[in-house]
């Protein structure tokens, strides 16, 4: 038997993910996610892209700084400032690496960059020696390296390797390859490259036509070593290559790929979640591995065969991707210690004080609800350890309403840097009522509006049960478009109006934080 090919998981989710409409995340956040990673067993975290802002600045910096089991990465374009900045940012990682891009292909050197082929090369080079003169681990990713022509892009990356690149990153920028194309690129470059030998090949694919893992597969069978991934596939667009299928795809066919990743696949559910949480972008209920359906049996004809042998219709087991069978359930007399088990079984890290308020928590909602699932406590983790400074911070409400008539609600909250308790009792800081709305929840919301003075248009609302049974918990995620920008909030609570809420006022506090003024890496 061969020994399986290493493939490296190079994770994404806080650079490419963080594209996506409105799932900019705090540095508290993005902290909490890269420990996550961490445990999962990712071999590089790419941290951000330095120069985009003062956020992305520190966020890279103390991400470098916390992590000492995996390489950090920054993104950087070829050009001093970018790459000086990014090596700033890094300086104090145990296993710094620098990623510089340029885009390479026809279309983007024509229209984009105004670049001919060879101003494309010397540019690429001098980026690739500049962020060498910084730290050993470069990786280089011509950009749009689907659509770029075979020729030139061997000659690109010949010229990079030479001038000290450890990793060649092939981007599917656009999501415009085929798994076909997408292999006989990878051979091309592992044929035709003289140096290829020097650097690892890396992949780097978008979803845009589904076919982001395909892709990606398709690269490692012809040679790639590491994979470019996000966790539940968020990125740019239709997002990129979910990290958690890409990876269960090289486990569970082993058989075929012959490679390994060092992955523990048993944290996939958990960070799933945790990201999910945090970002706000729910994981569709059918989505591989880790979506609520993914070892759902449904018919009976497959539960029948499950009982008589799980294989049957079973390629991977549950417990291996994290799901656990049993969803304990808690209660009222469960202790400290169980609930701490169940918290870092889903994937928090609590420390004692932590671990003292989530208790708290849970006690209270004990007492409105009968059986705590494991949904209810990632509920309670994630609504108490959010990171985002809150400006507006629930308090209470007030209602009456009839059918065909407008609602009458009164709300109130407390607010930052106003005072809000007298001798340790709360005092409410702010309220306001108001007569409108089309039913409960929008009159909720225009108090809220009236009353942040802040106003937005709301992109969306959804409402879904944290687990099971009437005395469920809501979970309400809002999007709010304010300034051309999108703003997501998520509010949890056994009463859904309160949650609704939450929700809105999670989402107005982003909004309050102000315009995060922001580069985006792909413009030039
Ligand atoms: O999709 C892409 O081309 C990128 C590069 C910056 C690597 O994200
Ligand atoms: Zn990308």
Redesign the pocket.
Known sequence: MTTPRPIRIFD?TL??GEQSPGASMNLTEKMEIAQALVHLGVDVIEAGFPIASPGDFESVRDIAAAVRDATVCG?ARCNDADIDRAWEALARAARPRI?V?LATSAIHREFKLRMGEDEVVRRAVAGVERARGYCDDIEF?P??AARTEIDFLCRVVEAVIAAGTTTV?I???VGYATPMQMHSVISSLVNRVPNIDKAVISV?C?DDLGLAVANSLAAVEAGAGQV?CTINGIG?RAGNCSLEEVVMALKTRADHYRCDTRIETRRLVPTSRLVANITGIQVPRNKAIVGRNAFAHEAGIHQDGMLKERRTYEIMRPEDVGLDRTDLVLGKHSGRAALADRANALGYQLSAEQLQTLFERFKLLADRKKEIYDGDIAALCEDQFAGLPERFAFAGYELSCASGQSPRVVLRVHQAGVETSVEGKSVEVSSVEVSAGDGPIDGIFLAIEKLTGIATVCRDFRVQAVTVGKDAQAEVTVELEHGGQIHRGRGVSTDSLEASAKAFLAAINRVALGPQARLH??QV
């Open positions: 994404t650079r490419d993104l990623h891009f990713s950009e749009d990153n981007p599917d920028t780097h978008h470019e740019e890496p792909q």
